[in-house]
Antibody, heavy 121, light 108 residues
């Protein structure tokens, strides 16, 4: 059974940094693109970042480019999101998610439970 | 960036009624790479429909999707108590992958 478990969310001051992790199990992690999606309190879903299967290609939403870095360790079956220069508007639940298939164009049918990041002084 | 606009923002219906949710894209969604997700409070989104009209594994046939190009619809044939939730459309054909703002289906 596929499991995605996020961790690392916390209360952090504006300008601070945080690293989120997503531990994957139940599938061949190294075969899949992985994604981060966030949801601010009471708001909708917003894609944040994506990484390809071997970690050689990444992309980011404009709102986080230059501040966030996505990475993965296929030996540890773990996805990461390094967040720096955090702003109030980065406050959200952060989900890691996986595509339905190994194809590059695929809907996302496995989601973690999310981890809450709160940016506040 | 493809902007997805969902309507209505809130749909107030009674159990047993039919729900029709709309998602309009600012430009054509390639190959109908359009998905629908359901989200309940405190839970992660759940994939319902992909490529506009295919049901994901385990999704009951009361959920159906249709449309192409820029106009897409999610229909729930007979609402049951567990269907009251927020529904999002998403285009996953081109980066940046984008979601609509959501339609809340609430009990009237």
């Amino acid at each position: 059974e596929v499991h995605l478990v996020e961790s690392g969310g916390d209360l952090v001051q504006p300008g601070g940094s945080l690293r989120l992790s997503c531990a994957a199990s139940g599938f061949t992690f190294s075969s899949y693109w992985m994604y981060w999606v966030r949801q601010a309190p009471g708001k909708g879903l917003v894609w944040v970042s994506r990484i390809n299967s071997d970690g050689s290609s990444t992309n980011y939403a404009d709102s986080v480019r230059g501040r966030f870095t996505i990475s993965r360790d296929n030996a540890k079956n773990t996805l990461y999101l390094q967040m720096s220069s955090l702003k109030d508007e980065d406050t959200a639940v952060y989900y890691c998610t996986r595509g339905m298939t190994v194809a590059t164009i695929t809907p996302w049918n496995y989601w973690g439970q999310g981890t809450l990041v709160t940016v506040s002084s | 960036e493809i902007v997805l606009t969902q309507s209505p923002g809130t749909l107030s219906l009674s159990p047993g009624e039919r729900a029709t949710l709309s998602c309009r894209a600012s430009q054509s969604v390639s190959s109908s790479y359009l998905a629908w997700y359901q989200q309940k409070p405190g839970q992660a989104p759940r994939l319902l429909i992909y490529v506009a009209s295919s049901r994901a594994t385990g999704i009951p046939d009361k959920f159906s999707g249709s449309g192409s190009g820029t106009d897409f619809t999610l229909t729930i044939s007979r609402l049951e108590p567990e269907d009251f939730a927020v529904y999002y459309c998403q285009q996953y054909g081109i980066s940046p992958w984008t979601f609509g703002q959501g339609t809340k289906v609430e009990i009237q």
